[in-house]
């Protein structure tokens, strides 16, 4: 574990500086109408500076570690009552570095949290001994102001709260709340409490200026600073769809920037020569690739996620129907799970035709590869190209007849496993639903998600996030080359 979580200063300077030069080299003017490219690094990536490929972890434990993790993401979205998912470890998560008010920082990117928040001194972190922590915490940024109890996104943070019960949680005098004259600098907002699947955080809410480039500053940018966080040391940079999230709060200043925003994230295969490389994250793009677009589901229990109708799944020429509480509930498109995941009762039907058609092709079951990946089915599986055309095709399709056919390796990943070529089927199961987990009354729409679609199967993809239009659309793509395309203009 500690090879995946160290990272010297050194290292830190070395990233700092990486991520400087390519703000120089693709900043864009300030435009109204220029969409703007920003440098996602995968968290994995970090720790190569400090560490050898030799002594970086395998692929196995990696995938193992990995599939564990989007797991607890999986499940603690339907357990808790507000839940703002939030990366939870290191190898499943995409950074992004800005500044806020002079300070920078580097932050998870994250689609299923609608809030941007990082650690500031004093700052405990409870069991976090094996976690990342990328940079020390740093003070609260001196020209950024508390948010005060009567502010509107206070209310938000507070799932909704009344600002009469937050002015007097702040101990503001009873004639102040009624007249609606709290002082701002008496009387904040008070402390918010998270909880993250396996962590949590308390923070206060503050204000200041946010600069994703030297020529694009907004001013009295809401975001929150923890002092007290349990096994979260990482702070996150929240694209979701709540009134905190970065794009909501950016679309004050530029509605351009905030309409639209789209990822193209690069192969990796858990290998130390494909983690370097930055995947692009473009705000405000008017693409004219053509995407197949899926519109967004309005789930009033998790308002924040982004996510959409899965209909049916294809293995091959088979069609597996989804159940009418997936079509209902959704697949949230997410960029903070490394693998998707879906219902016990279709990934089973999935995975035993994915095994019955690659036993009709004479694939070899790799059992010892399962049991030390956690993933399956498994198999004997050379390096040719005529290898991976056997394996099966597999689509996604969701409503408004859109359909994701996948790359073979975003499904498929082949690998070394104690000295054996092999290959691992890359979806997981979400497990079968306990009776009433779905919502106090019965709703099958209340609960967490259905299925999520994660950042591993999104690779070599472009996604889009029309906020505007209210869907998302799925391009195919060599991403390296788009960093590259919209770097020049």
């Not at 007290?228 to 509605?255: D, I």
């Not at 997936?326 to 035993?352: C, K, N, W, Y």
């Not at 035709?353 to 009709?360: A, K, N, Y």
Request: charged fraction near 15%; glycine fraction near 8%; proline fraction near 7%.
């Amino acid at each position: 574990m500690n090879q995946i979580m160290a990272f010297t200063s050194s290292s830190l300077l070395l990233f700092l500086l990486c991520f400087f030069q390519s703000l120089c080299l693709y900043s864009v003017s300030s435009s109204p109408n220029k969409p703007l490219l920003l440098p996602l690094t995968h968290a994995l990536s970090l720790s190569l500076s400090s560490s050898s490929s030799s002594s970086f972890p395998s692929q196995s434990y990696l995938l193992k570690f990995s599939s564990l993790r989007s797991a607890e993401r999986f499940h603690s979205s339907r357990r808790r009552r507000r839940q703002l998912p939030l990366p939870l470890a290191s190898g499943a998560d995409y950074t992004l570095s800005l500044s806020i008010s002079s300070t920078t920082v580097s932050l998870y990117l994250d689609t299923g949290s609608d809030l941007l928040w990082f650690p500031c001194s004093p700052f405990q972190c409870i069991l976090c001994e094996n976690k990342p922590l990328y940079s020390l915490p740093l003070p609260p940024p001196p020209s950024s102001h508390p948010v005060p109890c009567s502010s509107l996104l206070c209310s938000a943070a507070h799932s909704s709260l009344p600002i009469s019960d937050l002015c007097a949680a702040a101990l503001c005098p009873l004639d102040a709340i009624e007249t609606s004259s709290c002082s701002p600098s008496s009387h904040p907002c008070p402390l918010l409490y998270y909880a993250y699947g396996d962590g949590s955080l308390l923070a206060s809410l503050r204000r200041g200026h946010l600069s994703l480039i030297s020529s694009l500053s907004l001013s009295n940018f809401t975001f929150a600073c923890a002092h007290s966080a349990l096994a979260e040391p990482l702070g996150v940079a929240g694209f979701g769809r709540g009134p905190l999230s970065l794009p909501s709060q950016l679309a004050k200043l530029s509605p351009f920037l905030a309409s639209r925003f789209s990822y193209c994230l690069i192969y990796h295969s858990f290998l130390p020569n494909r983690l370097l490389r930055p995947s692009p994250l473009i705000l405000g793009r008017s693409s004219t690739i053509s995407f197949t677009y899926t519109p967004l589901l309005h789930i009033h229990k998790n308002p924040f996620f982004y996510s959409v109708s899965l209909l049916s799944i294809s293995v091959g020429r088979v069609t597996i129907p989804a159940s009418s509480q997936l079509i209902s509930r959704g697949m949230v498109v997410d960029s903070g799970t490394t693998f998707t995941m879906l219902p016990g009762e279709m990934h089973r039907q999935l995975a035993a035709e994915f095994q019955l058609q690659m036993g009709r092709r004479e694939f070899i079951r790799a059992t010892g590869a399962e049991e030390r990946t956690g993933l399956g089915p498994c198999y004997e599986y050379g390096n040719g190209r005529n290898e991976s055309q056997r394996v099966p095709a597999m689509g996604l399709h969701f409503a408004g007849n859109a359909s994701l056919w996948l790359p073979t390796r975003n499904y498929f990943l082949g690998f070394e496993s104690e000295g054996e070529r092999v290959g691992c089927f890359m979806v997981i199961s979400g497990g079968d639903e306990a009776k009433g987990e779905e919502d106090e009354g019965g709703d099958d729409s209340g609960g967490g998600p259905a299925a999520t679609l994660g950042n591993f199967q999104q690779q070599g993809i472009e996604v889009v996030y029309d906020l505007e239009m209210g869907r998302i659309g799925f391009a195919r793509r060599r991403c390296g080359e788009l960093w590259d395309s919209v770097s020049r203009g």
